[in-house]
């Protein structure tokens, strides 16, 4: 498209296409969607920001990154400058360059966005960190002499991530507990391969590695050792454990086969290769008609993961309409794209199966809009006698987790609130346990990877402090 | 990698038992919990208890029947190889105490997870009741380490070639009309068996514990896959059990759950099966 410029004002760059697998091709595949701009792809993007005098994008997110300060660096095409840029902020920029909402965040507060699309800020953080994993020197960033003060950190999350990169560069001795048999939490079990190439969370672990952290796999706190045992071995306790308890509909038929919550559907999927099966052992149920319950990104990755899994139809079915749904904007999107079909104003009643306990059926009732609720969202209202039956053998309920109590019961003196998330001071990440930081979803109930790093920078902070001057 | 240093193979070679190095699991474990295996990089994540420990030396024992691809490949593990992952100890201790006399029931393997249970309750002094059973005598297992841990061994074999020719639920009912003050029954074994035995029991009105087994995956209370019905509520066998009280068990929904991968299961033994029959060199 050629635009004809009458004035002789700089040319207005359009916002710059990430490249994309096709969505009839990538709903077949596992391999990542977005393809990644090219250097001058990026560059070109970079030129859009006009670095605001007092830039409107930097509140809106959540670590403070200084984002007319990378982008200015990358339009300069000083790309290692770049990532060092981002790196003082967000330990996990490749990660949250691909996930983070950046439409709520910083690209909603974008003065650019007002008239025109804003400067696409996710597209070129994750450019910079690509970059810099593809093709930067690989030189580790300078280590603080040794402290000799040792630091646990139990959960491999992007909050324990974040903690442990920081105190192993101030020269604390780190060691990762992880329960699962690799680490790296939800964007290693959950967010599947084509949002998040596992390769990117192996490259975040194995640095931290590479910088001196121990990650022990297959140790589950609260039951290998306790959080007491750890304080007996460590200075400092770091618990970001997530939000692992999934939670079900509390509907009848739940134990058909072929019911799934999200957690257990993606955790087959990613982090046991199922979609890989038999040449990965652990098998999942491929429906043909798939539906998942919910409307967040966890919702949208369950379902586009089923039109990956081979299924003929994907529903989404959603209590609300498509306004409320928290999921990112891109993930719907690139669901719509994929083919996933959307059921709003729906409400699951009953699953049905067969004699011998197969899904083939879930009931569902109609819902209209009522008054809002206290979370200001408007709430859904049954419309009675309107029943009607979706034909499926999978089911996905993808409706939130909670807290879950393993470590947190088995740890006398930690203050949990009445959904079971730890109390943590957000200024610090103290629990009300001497010389034990908590972050991330264990702490707000299921949330982002952001706020789980951001969460992790504060707490490493105090854990130093701590450490050093002794509170 | 946690290497095995001894292995044996009972019941004609279809039940397996290691002792595997994992000082860390053996110093915590307690009876009734389990750990979970991984026998390499595309493998399975099996959930088994552990029937047996030793601290000192830092090994856990696990006995398991050979019945699918992960376990047929957990089979071709020699001493001196080693499991990927092992993870645990996971689920609920058996809450052990004093009760006066108690009975212990096991079935097949379920004689490998109702071993440390009952020494357990021995070593708290009750007095102990056993009975163990299988379909027939070679494959019985674990005779002599059950006798060991009990007052009065009972033996039943489906086909009579040892001992009382007929089902464990034989010699439960008998006990249990003899000795009217048995106060805890735990049995532990296939599901049918487990159900059978709780039929008895409640007519006799003995508190009775079963330890179930439904497919798992995390094993840490993450993914809901192991749910089962208990009391009319949901519950997740791998943090709130694996025992439960046997009495509220809905072994139906058990049992349907346990079918999930009827056809999944098939396809990947029948698979392996071939695998192993062509006798290659690739190595894999
Ligand atoms: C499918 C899915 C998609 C998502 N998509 C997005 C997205 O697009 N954008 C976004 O910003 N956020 C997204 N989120 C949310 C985001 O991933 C989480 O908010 C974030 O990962 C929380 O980080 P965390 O460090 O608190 O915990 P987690 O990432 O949950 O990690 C916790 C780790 O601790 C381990 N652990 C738990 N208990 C123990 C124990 N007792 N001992 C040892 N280790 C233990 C767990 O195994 C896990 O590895 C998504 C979540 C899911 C599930
Ligand atoms: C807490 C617990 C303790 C157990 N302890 C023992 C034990 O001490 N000795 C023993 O022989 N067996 C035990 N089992 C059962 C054992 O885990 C299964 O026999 C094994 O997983 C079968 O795997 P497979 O690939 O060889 O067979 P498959 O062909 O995959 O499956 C055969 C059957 O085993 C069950 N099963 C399959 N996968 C799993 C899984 N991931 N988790 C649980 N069950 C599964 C299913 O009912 C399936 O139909 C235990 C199970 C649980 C949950
Ligand atoms: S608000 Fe937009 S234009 Fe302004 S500095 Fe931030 S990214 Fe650049
Ligand atoms: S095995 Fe996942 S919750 Fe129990």
């Given at each position: 498209m050629t635009e004809e410029v009458k004035a002789p004002k700089k040319e207005k760059i359009p916002r710059q296409k990430m490249p994309e697998q096709k969505p009839e091709v990538r709903r077949h595949n596992f391999d990542e969607v977005p393809l990644g701009y090219t250097p001058e792809l990026a560059m070109k993007e970079a030129e859009r920001c006009i670095q605001c005098k007092d830039p409107r994008c930097i509140p809106g997110c959540p670590v403070e990154v200084d984002i007319p300060g990378f982008i200015k660096l990358i339009k300069e095409g000083d790309f290692e400058g770049a990532i060092r840029k981002l790196w003082e902020k967000n330990a996990l920029p490749a990660v949250c360059g691909r996930v983070c909402p950046q439409e709520v965040q910083c690209e909603g507060l974008c003065v650019i966005g007002k008239k025109d699309q804003p400067v696409a800020v996710g597209n070129l953080e994750k450019f910079a960190a690509d970059y810099q994993r593809l093709h930067g020197r690989d030189v580790l960033p300078p280590k603080a002499a040794p402290t000799g003060k040792k630091v646990a950190v139990v959960g491999s999350g992007p909050a324990g991530l974040t903690v442990a990169g920081d105190l192993i560069l101030k020269g604390h001795d780190v060691h990762i507990f992880e329960a699962l048999h690799g680490p790296g939490g939800v964007l290693l079990y959950g967010i599947p391969e084509f949002r998040l190439p596992k390769a990117i969370v192996a490259a975040e672990c194995n640095y931290l590695e590479k910088l001196g952290c121990t990650i022990e796999v297959n140790a589950v706190i609260g039951r290998s050792e306790t959080v007491d045992e750890l304080l007996e071995r460590f200075d400092a306790v770091f618990l970001g454990v997530g939000a692992g308890l999934p939670m079900f509909l509390s509907i009848p038929g739940e134990h058909y086969i072929g019911v799934y919550s999200s957690n257990e559907y993606l955790t087959r999927s990613n982090l046991m290769k199922a979609y890989d099966f038999p040449n990965y052992d652990t098998p999942i149920v491929r429906g043909k008609n798939v539906a998942t319950f919910g409307g967040g990104n966890v919702a949208m990755d369950s379902a586009r993961t089923a039109l990956r899994l081979g299924a003929d139809h994907s529903y989404i079915i959603y209590r609300r309409s498509l306004e409320e749904m928290p999921a990112r904007k891109e993930e719907i999107h690139h669901a719509e794209e994929e083919g996933v079909e959307f059921m709003f104003l729906t409400a699951p009643v009953r699953f049905l199966g067969t004699e011998d306990g197969f899904l083939t059926g879930v009931e569902c009732l109609r819902m209209e809009l009522g008054e809002p609720d206290a979370s200001g969202r408007r709430r859904p209202v049954t419309i009675p006698g309107s029943e009607f039956v979706v034909e499926i053998d999978t089911a996905v309920i993808s409706i939130g987790s909670n807290a879950n109590p393993l470590l947190t019961k088995s740890t006398p003196g930690l203050v949990l609130n009445k959904w079971g998330n730890i109390v943590a001071d957000p200024k610090t990440g103290k629990t009300m346990k001497p010389r034990v930081w908590a972050g991330g979803d264990i702490v707000t109930g299921a949330a982002t990877v952001i706020l789980a790093a951001g969460a992790g920078r504060i707490a490493s902070n105090s854990i130093h402090d701590f450490l050093t001057y002794g509170w | 990698m946690f290497e095995i240093v001894e292995r044996q193979e009972l019941a004609q070679g279809t039940i397996i038992s290691n002792w595997i190095k994992a000082p860390k699991i053996a110093a915590k474990a307690k009876p009734g919990q389990f750990v979970i295996l991984r026998a390499n990089e595309k493998g399975e994540r099996i959930p088994l208890t552990m029937a047996d420990t030793d601290p000192e030396k830092g090994l856990i024992n696990i006995i398991y029947m050979v019945i699918g691809k992960s376990t047929a490949l957990f089979k071709?593990?020699?001493?001196?190889d080693s499991f990927l992952d092992v993870i645990g100890p996971l689920g609920a201790a058996t809450h052990l105490e004093k009760v006066g006399k108690v009975i212990c029931v096991g079935g097949g393997t379920g004689i490998a997870v109702l071993h440390p249970i009952t020494r357990g309750l021995k070593d708290m002094g009750n007095h102990v009741f056993s009975v163990i059973g299988a379909r027939s005598k070679e494959l019985l297992i674990m005779e002599d380490r059950m006798k060991a841990v009990s007052d009065e061994l009972m033996i039943c074999t489906d086909d009579g070639t040892y001992g009382h020719k007929g089902f464990v639920t034989d010699k439960l009912k008998e006990t249990l009309e003899k000795h009217k003050d048995i106060g805890l029954a735990v049995c532990i074994g296939p599901v049918p068996m487990m159900r059978a035995c709780c039929n008895v029991t409640k007519e006799y009105n003995v508190h009775t514990l079963v330890s179930l087994n439904p497919i798992m995956v995390d094993g840490t209370g993450m993914c809901g896959c192991c749910r089962v019905r208990v009391g009319g509520q949901m519950k997740f066998a791998c943090v709130d059990g694996p025992e439960f009280d046997g009495h509220q068990v809905d072994f139906d929904e058990l049992n349907l759950r346990l079918r999930s991968y009827l056809p999944e299961e098939k396809v990947s033994y029948d698979q392996f099966k071939a695998a192993q029959g062509h006798q290659c060199t690739c190595g894999s």
């Open positions: - | 071709t593990l020699q001493v001196g």
